[in-house]
């Protein structure tokens, strides 16, 4: 892993304004300082129970993580745990305790209106998210989550949310398209319709982030924002993941910026933007479990991007306005993209060999990511005597410069924009509960063995 203070410089060269830490890793905090950078930092789940039972304890964490960084460090949020009540559920009854015995030291250190205290929760305790407008959390009055909620009520927070449609689709057994869990573009006819509201939802997440308010609603707090602090999609998996690849993950990362930028919420919330954090910015090669596990990150740890990444969520993802590539149509068939990129690697001469096999451009290995670099190589050699960017209608002109790993597009060394994969202003107001929020971009887990980065968008 890169030095703390490498992971900040990584963190603003990708002009990212937010990092959620998993601990309080003093080293990261430290880096942060002066950074602007807004910080969100985590009590372990080791460490919810010593607070919950102990309000001196819960000062001394205030103490020693947060008052002694701010306001040098922009901490604005502590996330109590992480998924507690599924993760360590015997710690669910002094789960609110512990927020609330944060909180009031907080108070005491005159700090509690600049930091809000939350704690992380999984879809999973929604027994059923579909239809969104009957879902309803597996409590009751008395239960840990209407607890949860009344503390996040009366301290004007919000709700942590982690919401995977991975793990929706994988564990869905076929019952949704493929489509549906990466954002793409769905006919009217193949949309999910909630039967009770007629609401149509074009992407599972917004499924996802609904149910959670409808449950919510079922328990009278409907004044309550959602910050999702958890989504992404592997980009390898191992022979029994065939859905965690570089392509599905690039499409549903960049479908996801794009969708939380727009500003608009959930059918039930439409004037309440989605805020995400993006899990996650490094992967965790020794995390154990399944490969994907391993294999969330969307930059290499010299802050390279895995694929193709705009944080901006607008047509710009690396290279200036200046610069201009030609890549394959999103929407041009298999049929007629082989046959470009036939024609590109034949008659056309295009430099071919860097999307073979064990080359820098043959992940990820399909026609559109081969006929984009293909087509490139061609138009950038050829235009100045009048070869034009259309292949059979399958390319377009773009400004977003395509290189990505050590897949290099022609013309995109020299761009300006690779010092920074966000324009100036991308981000909207700092608070979570903010007016108007766009996209924020990050979170961290920084330790020593690994390091997990997200990124959040507001």
Request: charge should be negative; glycine fraction near 6%; proline fraction near 7%.
């Amino acid at each position: 892993m890169p030095s703390a203070s490498e992971v900040v410089s990584i963190i603003k060269t990708h002009r990212i304004t937010h990092v959620r830490l998993y601990d309080a890793d003093s080293h990261m905090l430290k880096a942060l300082a002066d950074s602007g950078i807004e910080v969100t930092v985590g009590v372990t789940n080791e460490e919810v129970l010593g607070i919950g039972e102990s309000a001196s304890a819960a000062a001394a964490w205030v103490n020693k993580n947060v008052a002694s960084y701010v306001p040098s460090t922009n901490i604005t949020a502590i996330a109590v745990g992480s998924e507690v009540l599924t993760s360590i559920p015997h710690a669910a009854p002094i789960l609110v305790t512990a927020m609330n015995n944060l909180h009031k030291a907080l108070v005491a250190s005159n700090l509690n209106f600049q930091v809000k205290v939350s704690s992380p929760q999984p879809l999973d305790i929604i027994p059923e998210p579909f239809p969104p407008c009957t879902a309803a959390f597996n409590s009751s009055p008395n239960s840990t989550v209407y607890q949860l909620l009344q503390f996040l009520n009366n301290t004007n927070s919000y709700f942590m949310l982690n919401a995977y449609p991975y793990y929706g689709y994988t564990n869905g057994n076929g019952i949704f398209p493929i489509d549906y869990a990466l954002f793409k573009p769905l006919p009217s006819v193949k949309q999910i319709v909630d039967p009770n509201t007629l609401f149509h939802y074009n992407s599972m997440f917004d499924v996802m982030v609904d149910a959670t308010y409808y449950s919510m609603d079922a328990l009278n707090f409907s004044g309550i924002p959602i910050v999702v602090t958890e989504t992404g999609w592997p980009w390898q998996g191992g022979p029994n993941e065939p859905d965690a690849t570089v392509e599905n993950a690039g499409t549903f990362i960049n479908y996801l910026i794009r969708r939380v930028s727009n500003d608009s919420g959930p059918p039930s919330r439409p004037n309440i933007p989605i805020n995400t954090y993006i899990y996650e910015l490094f992967n965790e090669d020794k995390r154990p479990g399944p490969v994907s596990e391993k294999n969330w990150g969307v930059l290499y740890t010299n802050g390279t991007a895995v694929f193709p990444l705009s944080f901006s969520g607008s047509s710009q993802i690396m290279g200036n306005a200046t610069t201009v590539f030609c890549v394959a149509k999103d929407d041009a068939s298999e049929g007629k993209l082989q046959d470009g990129l036939n024609w590109a690697c034949g008659q056309g001469q295009a430099n071919c060999s860097v999307i073979q096999s064990g080359q820098p451009c043959y992940l990820p290995n399909n026609t559109k990511n081969h006929a984009s670099y293909a087509y490139n190589d061609y138009y950038q050699r050829m235009h100045t005597v009048g070869a034009t960017c259309d292949f059979g209608g399958t390319a377009t002109i773009t400004s977003n410069d395509p290189s990505y790993r050590s897949c290099i597009f022609t013309g995109s060394s020299n761009s300006s924009a690779r010092e920074g994969l966000l324009p100036p202003g991308a981000f909207g107001p700092v608070s979570p509960l903010g007016e108007s929020m766009k996209l924020l971009v990050s979170k961290v887990r920084y330790v020593i063995s690994a390091a997990c980065l997200l990124i959040i968008l507001l």
